[in-house]
């Protein structure tokens, strides 16, 4: 028998499978099951109708979760091919906008010029929930704004965007926009419906470590085929952040990887890309096309080390989303004198 204890940010109450495969390093073959003992009675969560994905009880942050499994797990054969695993397993979660989509209704636009600067330039999305993901907030990003549950799609013009798989361009869903937070640099994003959208997103989502190393994805390299994904090793240079809360990391950025995602080698999203140290762009009210274009010819001509915001920040304005609209029950505060209570695990056996 063998026993793991691993730590999980769970966003709501669904687990997939493969998450848990990936925290653990189990095989993608591996049978699963997942329990939680409620008065010394043993409980097993239901799935989906598909079978890739764990529905949690609604007092999940409080529980304890264990897995079953039929497999023991795998170690990587050298730090090498671990990388090139990671990177080909991971690939499949990079996600976009495409160019070109309409962002902002103004009735009163009536040059070329202005119409072309309320599209959308595209952008990286990743996944951070079965429902939800995220993208940066500058560029032309900065004319979303935040849904309006009491409105029509038509005033949410402004709100509501399509994004493809990065990988399979068939894969597309309509998602609206939940949060902008112009001073981290991000958007969250999330299903119109609320369905469940993505099979595979981070199980957990933290703060990079200092000097800790991960891998990158974007969409710099552009061929006759249009955008190609890439990925790049990098490394975080220290444990000090900007006035931004953004970590300085060791690789470079390029246009089309703006909003990549970073993971960890335990396949934690641990930040997305936002910025060059040559070129940081401002977030002003105003989008002003020509100088982020700028910006880019000088971020492309004198590669540098990148800022990334990390994803503690990313999941916090998600979890204080979902308690806002009644989809996360908030936790109950502790009194001082009470008992901490224990950190939520998922063990092996």
């Given at each position: 028998?063998?026993?793991?204890?691993?730590?999980?940010?769970?966003?709501?109450?669904?687990?997939?499978?493969?998450?848990?495969?990936?925290?653990?390093?189990?095989?993608?073959?591996?049978?699963?099951?997942?329990?939680?003992?409620?008065?010394?009675?043993?409980?097993?969560?239901?799935?989906?109708?598909?079978?890739?994905?764990?529905?949690?009880?609604?007092?999940?942050?409080?529980?304890?979760?264990?897995?079953?499994?039929?497999?023991?797990?795998?170690?990587?054969?050298?730090?090498?091919?671990?990388?090139?695993?990671?990177?080909?397993?991971?690939?499949?979660?990079?996600?976009?906008?495409?160019?070109?989509?309409?962002?902002?209704?103004?009735?009163?636009?009536?040059?070329?010029?202005?119409?072309?600067?309320?599209?959308?330039?595209?952008?990286?999305?990743?996944?951070?929930?079965?429902?939800?993901?995220?993208?940066?907030?500058?560029?032309?990003?900065?004319?979303?704004?935040?849904?309006?549950?009491?409105?029509?799609?038509?005033?949410?013009?402004?709100?509501?965007?399509?994004?493809?798989?990065?990988?399979?361009?068939?894969?597309?869903?309509?998602?609206?926009?939940?949060?902008?937070?112009?001073?981290?640099?991000?958007?969250?994003?999330?299903?119109?419906?609320?369905?469940e959208i993505f099979e595979d997103y981070p199980y957990s989502k933290r703060s990079p470590k200092t000097f800790e190393s991960f891998i990158g994805f974007g969409l710099s390299h552009e061929t006759e085929d249009g955008q190609q994904i890439?990925?790049?090793?990098?490394?975080?240079?220290?444990?000090?952040?900007?006035?931004?809360?953004?970590?300085?990391?060791?690789?470079?950025?390029?246009?089309?990887?703006?909003?990549?995602?970073?993971?960890?080698?335990?396949?934690?999203?641990?930040?997305?890309?936002?910025?060059?140290?040559?070129?940081?762009?401002?977030?002003?009210?105003?989008?002003?096309?020509?100088?982020?274009?700028?910006?880019?010819?000088?971020?492309?001509?004198?590669?540098?080390?990148?800022?990334?915001?990390?994803?503690?920040?990313?999941?916090?304005?998600?979890?204080?989303?979902?308690?806002?609209?009644?989809?996360?029950?908030?936790?109950?505060?502790?009194?001082?004198?009470?008992?901490?209570?224990?950190?939520?695990?998922?063990?092996?056996?």
């Amino acid at each position: 028998m063998l026993e793991r204890e691993i730590e999980l940010d769970l966003p709501d109450n669904t687990l997939t499978k493969s998450s848990i495969k990936s925290a653990l390093l189990l095989t993608d073959d591996a049978i699963l099951s997942l329990y939680y003992d409620v008065n010394g009675r043993r409980k097993f969560c239901l799935v989906n109708e598909s079978a890739t994905t764990f529905l949690l009880p609604e007092q999940f942050p409080t529980l304890q979760f264990f897995v079953e499994s039929d497999k023991a797990p795998s170690r990587p054969s050298s730090s090498l091919s671990f990388e090139e695993k990671l990177a080909d397993e991971l690939r499949t979660r990079l996600f976009f906008i495409p160019r070109g989509q309409k962002a902002l209704q103004d009735k009163e636009e009536t040059s070329a010029e202005l119409i072309r600067d309320l599209v959308i330039d595209g952008g990286c999305v990743s996944p951070i929930s079965s429902r939800a993901a995220v993208t940066y907030a500058h560029k032309s990003h900065k004319i979303l704004r935040e849904y309006d549950e009491g409105q029509n799609d038509e005033v949410n013009t402004h709100s509501l965007v399509e994004i493809r798989n990065a990988q399979d361009h068939s894969i597309r869903h309509k998602m609206k926009v939940i949060v902008v937070d112009t001073h981290h640099d991000f958007v969250i994003l999330r299903s119109v419906d609320g369905r469940e959208i993505f099979e595979d997103y981070p199980y957990s989502k933290r703060s990079p470590k200092t000097f800790e190393s991960f891998i990158g994805f974007g969409l710099s390299h552009e061929t006759e085929d249009g955008q190609q994904i890439t990925h790049r090793n990098g490394r975080i240079c220290s444990d000090s952040v900007d006035h931004r809360g953004r970590f300085l990391a060791s690789s470079s950025i390029d246009g089309g990887d703006f909003g990549g995602p970073c993971y960890s080698a335990d396949r934690a999203l641990i930040g997305i890309m936002v910025a060059s140290t040559t070129t940081d762009p401002m977030l002003r009210t105003e989008y002003d096309r020509e100088s982020i274009e700028e910006e880019i010819i000088e971020a492309s001509s004198h590669p540098a080390d990148i800022w990334i915001t990390p994803a503690l920040f990313i999941a916090e304005a998600y979890k204080n989303y979902q308690v806002k609209h009644g989809i996360l029950l908030a936790r109950r505060e502790r009194n001082l004198r009470e008992p901490r209570a224990k950190r939520r695990a998922i063990d092996t056996s």
